[in-house]
């Protein structure tokens, strides 16, 4: 059974950082593409950021671009999202993602850690 658990959320201030990690297991965390998404409130869940088995590929939805940085360490089956000069629209609940490799969908999920960015 794939387990995927989210840390380091928290209350940050404009212009601030946090640092998530996702820890994986269950399955080879190196086959796999990781991505990050968040929901804030009364809104549907949303893309922020993928990045492929061995790092070469990433991508961001616009809003964070030079602002946030996906990576992974498949040797501790982690993958990370730095956040820097965050903002109050950045305030969500930040799921982490492993995508199947046969239907490219995205179908186990984190438990998801809140994320509050005060102005």
């Known amino acids: 059974q794939v387990q995927l658990v989210e840390s380091g959320g928290g209350l940050a201030q404009a212009g601030g950082s946090l640092r998530l990690s996702c820890a994986a297991s269950?399955?080879?965390?190196?086959?796999?593409?990781m991505g990050w998404f968040r929901q804030a409130p009364g809104k549907e869940r949303r893309f922020v950021a993928a990045i492929s088995w061995n790092g070469d590929y990433i991508a961001y939805t616009d809003s964070v671009k030079g602002r946030f940085t996906i990576s992974r360490d498949n040797a501790k089956n982690t993958v990370y999202l730095q956040m820097n000069s965050l903002k109050p629209e950045d305030t969500a609940v930040y799921y982490c993602a492993q995508r199947s490799v046969t239907t490219r969908q995205y179908d186990y999920w984190g438990q998801g850690t809140q994320v509050t960015v005060s102005s």
């Open positions: 269950g399955r080879t965390f190196s086959s796999y593409v």
